[in-house]
Structure formats: C-alpha cells, structure tokens
C-alpha cells in the first residue's frame, strides 16, 4: 500500500509538472482534437490500472478530471472503475487465489481475507460499501474469492464508486488546476 501511495504521489508530481510545462488549455485542446479516441484510450488506461492492483488509478482520474472537465471525467472515471473492479471480480472469481494473489501480492490478500469474514451476513453490501474506498481494485479480487454474488457486489460498487470517484475528480482536479 505504501508504494502504490508513494507512485500515486510521484505520477500526480510528474502530472503537475507536465501540466505546467505544456499548458492546460493547449492539453485540453489536443484531448479535443482526437475525438472519440481520447475517452476511449482514458477508460481503457483507467481500467489496466484497476486490474493491476497495486496501481492506483486515482492518479488517472484526477487527470481525466483536468482534460476532460470534471464532469465527462466523472463519468469517463465512473465507467473505468466498474469495468475495472469487475474484471477483478471475475479474474478472481474464475482463476481463483492464484490468481488474484499475482495481481495484488500475498500480503494484501491475507489482510482482505480478515476483513472479508465479515461479507457472510445479510449486511454484505454495507460492508462492500464500507471497505471499498481503502482499495477498491484489492477489495474487488479478494470479494471474487468468496461466495458473494456478482450482482450484490456491483449495487456495492457501483454505490460506493460514486464517491470515490467524485473525490478524486473534484477534489483531486481542484487541487492540480490550482498547482499548475
């Protein structure tokens, strides 16, 4: 966790810097110019960086917020980390702990397998809900190990993605546009 925090720190420094170096406005008007492939290329890069777990897409989305506008890279964000989480899910849930140990390392997933117990009860969307923003990549391989349904895992993502994303984008965004 502390090297996905320290490369989270290092990608949003190098994303100041070029940020200034380039211009907003000139980066904005090339995300522009490319049309549909620029969503597509965010989304597609947003997810990689859920299904290699210790990543953090956090990073994406707070530049997807800048390029984008804060609303679009909500949604763009949004979109990538339902896709990415159930990716997760179902690596998990089709491969097993094998697997889903190679994505997010032995440790994590010990951890996750603690907290998981508690997923048994009538209560295991509250519970998805409330681990989700501590990782939500690591949470959604170690839920795809237990016996949780696909559909009570999504409502929970799909819930507590609101605002994870949200904070990134809003907060996240407003803190790079007033560095640059």
Known sequence: MLLALLFGLAVYAVMVLALRWVGLENAQAFVRSTGIWSPIVFIF???????IAPLSGSSIYIAGGALFGKEVGFLLSYLASLLGCSINFWISRKFGR??????IGKGNLAELDKSTEQFKSHHEIFYMIAMMPLSQDVVSYAVGLTK???RNFFI?????????????IYLGTGLLEALI
């Open 156 to 168: 929970a993502l799909a819930i507590s993605a609101v605002g994870i994303v949200a904070a990134y």
């Open 98 to 103: 094998k697997v889903a140990t190679r994505f």
């Open 45 to 51: 890069i947003c997810t990689a960086s859920l299904i």
């Open 148 to 150: 949780i349904t696909y």
